[in-house]
């Protein structure tokens, strides 16, 4: 038997080429795409379209789906982590953050992961030390975003990339996904809520800038010292730091806006006056926005920066760096759903796997 096409695994495009010999339309495609992902299911029954030709794409397709196996919601700020399981017995994490400041528009934006563990180790990074698993499927990101909306009282308006693996190693299928998420007959979310984040992989920055791809890009820099850097994120032997300063300088001459940089602030490692200055240096010339965002690390090896380091750091930011500087919070720590903490375990650093 030929292998069934996947819903939720190719865009409305991509399902009408593969299901054209059937006689089914571009429109219909569409209009059957919204309705798969709106209800889990191919309908019994679709306005103008006939029931023999329903019966045809139930005999070629499969609406596949996650298995939920365990949701924790912070009594604290509010992230809910999600323990999925999708092809085999691996498991992976989402976390739902909300963001509830304005009282007119409340929304939620989905943290989801791209891969199970992940291969370039980052040594203050929990999946890191997971070593990698596999890529998920374009599908198993998509339903990641369904299951947490179905979830949610209020509508989740924002996805972000940024969970468990990194993106840019399983480029295709985050695009494909990225792709259904932003279609109108997919979940129509705005491509510009949508973000990627990488550590810095320069052929997958290239290809995503030449590809003109819609959605944001956050690089995880965290230290532009090469020894430094090596040691938190070994992939820089890879891709060394002016390999990715200059694919950095050749987005934003194609994007012709500020490149954003996210910086893990690790105490005694990079928040210093003098981390501030050759931070300045390795960006003079390229237009930023700088990201700072608190190390998560439940075994206490590396700690956040205290108050006092903080304000030294950023004030050395303001004197050096004719930046953007935002702090962004990372929430959930409390129930191991921060930035870095992502691993498949409880609270109590108990691992989960698929029964």
């Known amino acids: 038997m030929p292998t069934p096409i996947l819903f939720k695994n190719l865009d409305s495009v991509a399902l009408h080429s ?5 006689g ?20 019994s029954e ?19 789906s996650l298995e939920l196996l365990q949701r924790n919601e912070s009594p604290r700020d509010g992230f809910v982590k999600y323990l999925f399981c999708g092809v085999g017995n691996d ?27 992940c291969a370039l180790a980052c040594d203050f990074c929990a999946t890191g030390r997971l070593g990698f698993r596999r890529n998920l499927a374009a599908w198993e990101m998509v339903d990641q975003v369904l299951r947490i909306r179905a979830d949610s009282r209020h509508p989740v308006r924002g996805v972000v990339f940024m969970g468990m693996g ?15 998420l932003s279609e109108p007959c997919g979940a129509a ?30 690089v995880s820099l965290t230290s532009v010292d090469p020894q430094r850097r090596t040691e938190l994120m070994p992939m820089t032997r890879t891709h060394p730091l002016p390999d990715l300063l200059a694919a950095l300088r050749e987005r934003q001459v194609a994007i012709g806006g500020r490149v954003t940089l996210a910086w893990t602030m690790i105490e005694g490692e990079n928040t210093r006056p003098e981390d501030a200055v050759q931070l300045a240096a390795w960006t003079r010339g390229l237009p930023v926005k700088i990201d700072l965002i608190d190390v998560n690390d439940p075994t206490g090896r590396y700690r956040p920066p205290t108050p006092a380091t903080l304000a030294a750091f950023r004030d050395a930011l303001r004197r050096h760096l004719s930046a953007p500087v935002a702090r962004r919070y990372s929430g959930g720590s409390d129930i191991h759903a921060a930035c870095g903490m992502l691993a498949g375990e409880g609270p109590a650093g108990r691992r989960y796997t698929a029964q």
């Open 18 to 22: 593969a299901l054209a010999p059937l």
């Open 24 to 43: 089914v339309s571009l429109r219909t495609m569409r209009r059957l795409q919204a309705a798969v992902l709106r209800n889990g299911k191919i309908p």
């Open 46 to 64: 679709l306005p103008e379209v006939g029931s023999r030709l329903l019966d045809k794409l139930r005999a070629s397709m499969q609406v596949p």
């Open 91 to 117: 498991v992976f994490e989402s976390v739902r953050i909300p963001l509830l400041h304005r009282a007119e528009a409340p929304k939620y934006v989905a943290c989801v992961s791209s891969q199970i563990g």
């Open 166 to 180: 990194e993106p840019l190693l399983n480029y295709d299928a985050v695009m494909m996904a990225a792709k259904i």
């Open 189 to 218: 979310i705005s491509a510009r809520a949508i973000t990627i984040s990488t550590a810095g992989i320069v052929p997958g920055i290239r290809r995503f800038t030449e590809e003109r791809q819609p959605y944001r890009l956050v």
